[in-house]
């Protein structure tokens, strides 16, 4: 009898995996580059690791995922067929050649997505307390990337997953090597490899281009996660020639975030939240008592 694992427990693994892939990947090029200064030796030591160990456990979980795909994928899919709208895989060939290029083009069109989406989460108050949580690492190496808070992830699969695959018709294999090329990239980008890649800087995001991006003083820019150039067509790449030693981390009532514990601080988010609408609410109730 063939045996097959239920889908929740398979896409852990699948998720996991591939995760834990780019990693290696990535440790192996730090351990030969940099010796002992490499992403792991600094994550077992550093302050902040509890941070990434429960975000890291919360996303295996799969609860975000699990909910938006069962809710809102079907629903999307069910209408996209009764509109009848074709995406762009309907016009492409089943060969490799038009395959890989319609792979690169969703890599470009998912990259562009991801940085208005990441450019409004430092611009809007309201949709930084979802990204906060990632800008809080003091000590950046490659298991930072993964210090994504739970409520990150419902505005990426919004604003970026399914409008690829709703233009692109990518199917779900082609979005998951889209997002294993994500994994790579961001995974170098927090590493500790202090390069900008020389001229391929130009086009990928690097480790020093983000570093200037997790810069406390930073004036916002370098969003691009994949590609570098958006930073440059939209006028937010920022010079990260000195960014390996900039001041990394996130503060609350002028705490630093890892000082405080990562369990209270996961917390602290969602009540930020709920500050928010409440606020909201009052404010909303005093405009419409004094129109009465
Ligand atoms: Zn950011
Ligand atoms: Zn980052």
Same mark, same amino acid.
């Given at each position: 009898?063939?045996?097959?694992?239920?889908?929740?427990?398979?896409?852990?693994?699948?998720?996991?995996?591939?995760?834990?892939?780019?990693?290696?990947?990535?440790?192996?090029?730090?351990?030969?580059?940099?010796?002992?200064?490499?992403?792991?030796?600094?994550?077992?030591?550093?302050?902040?690791?509890?941070?990434?160990?429960? +975000?890291?456990?919360?996303?295996?979980?799969?609860?975000?995922?699990?909910?938006?795909? !069962?809710?809102?994928?079907?629903?999307?899919?069910?209408?996209?067929?009764?509109? *009848?709208?074709?995406?762009?895989?309907? %016009?492409?060939?089943?060969? !490799?050649?038009?395959?890989?290029? !319609?792979?690169?083009?969703?890599?470009?069109?998912?990259?562009?997505?991801?940085?208005?989406?990441?450019?409004?989460?430092?611009?809007?108050?309201?949709?930084?307390?979802?990204?906060?949580?990632?800008? +809080?690492?003091?000590?950046?190496?490659?298991? @930072?990337?993964?210090?994504?808070?739970?409520?990150?992830?419902?505005?990426?699969?919004?604003?970026? @997953?399914?409008?690829?695959? #709703?233009?692109?018709?990518?199917?779900?294999?082609?979005?998951?090597?889209?997002? #294993? @090329?994500?994994?790579?990239? *961001?995974?170098?980008?927090?590493?500790?490899?202090?390069?900008?890649?020389? #001229?391929?800087?130009?086009?990928?995001?690097?480790?020093?281009?983000?570093?200037?991006?997790?810069?406390?003083?930073?004036?916002?820019?370098?969003?691009?996660?994949?590609?570098? #150039?958006?930073?440059?067509?939209?006028?937010?790449?920022?010079?990260?020639?000195? +960014?390996? @030693?900039?001041?990394?981390?996130?503060?609350?009532?002028?705490?630093?975030?890892?000082? *405080?514990?990562? !369990?209270?601080? %996961?917390?602290?988010?969602?009540?930020?939240?709920?500050?928010?609408?409440?606020?909201?609410?009052?404010?909303?109730?005093?405009?419409?008592?004094?129109?009465?």
């Amino acid at each position: 009898m063939h045996f097959s694992w239920p889908a929740w427990i398979s896409s852990v693994i699948e998720i996991g995996s591939l995760s834990i892939g780019a990693l290696l990947v990535v440790l192996a090029v730090e351990v030969l580059v940099q010796g002992q200064d490499n992403s792991w030796n600094v994550f077992r030591k550093s302050k902040g690791r509890r941070f990434e160990m429960l +975000s890291w456990s919360i996303y295996l979980l799969r609860l975000n995922p699990l909910i938006w795909d !069962l809710l809102l994928l079907g629903f999307l899919i069910r209408l996209k067929d009764w509109l *009848q709208i074709h995406s762009l895989d309907m %016009y492409v060939e089943k060969g !490799l050649f038009a395959q890989i290029s !319609l792979l690169i083009l969703g890599l470009l069109f998912y990259d562009f997505l991801q940085y208005w989406s990441h450019r409004l989460k430092h611009r809007s108050r309201f949709f930084w307390i979802f990204h906060r949580w990632h800008h +809080s690492t003091t000590e950046l190496h490659a298991l @930072a990337h993964m210090r994504v808070h739970t409520l990150d992830y419902p505005l990426r699969t919004l604003s970026v @997953a399914f409008p690829t695959m #709703f233009v692109m018709g990518v199917s779900f294999e082609n979005v998951l090597w889209l997002w #294993f @090329a994500e994994e790579i990239s *961001q995974a170098l980008c927090h590493s500790r490899i202090n390069t900008d890649y020389g #001229f391929f800087g130009k086009i990928f995001a690097n480790p020093r281009s983000h570093r200037r991006h997790h810069d406390i003083s930073d004036d916002q820019g370098n969003f691009g996660l994949v590609f570098s #150039f958006w930073d440059r067509i939209f006028g937010t790449a920022r010079d990260d020639s000195k +960014s390996f @030693a900039a001041q990394t981390g996130t503060y609350f009532e002028n705490r630093n975030y890892e000082e *405080q514990g990562a !369990l209270k601080m %996961y917390f602290q988010e969602y009540r930020e939240l709920g500050k928010w609408f409440l606020q909201k609410i009052i404010s909303l109730t005093l405009i419409m008592r004094r129109a009465k």
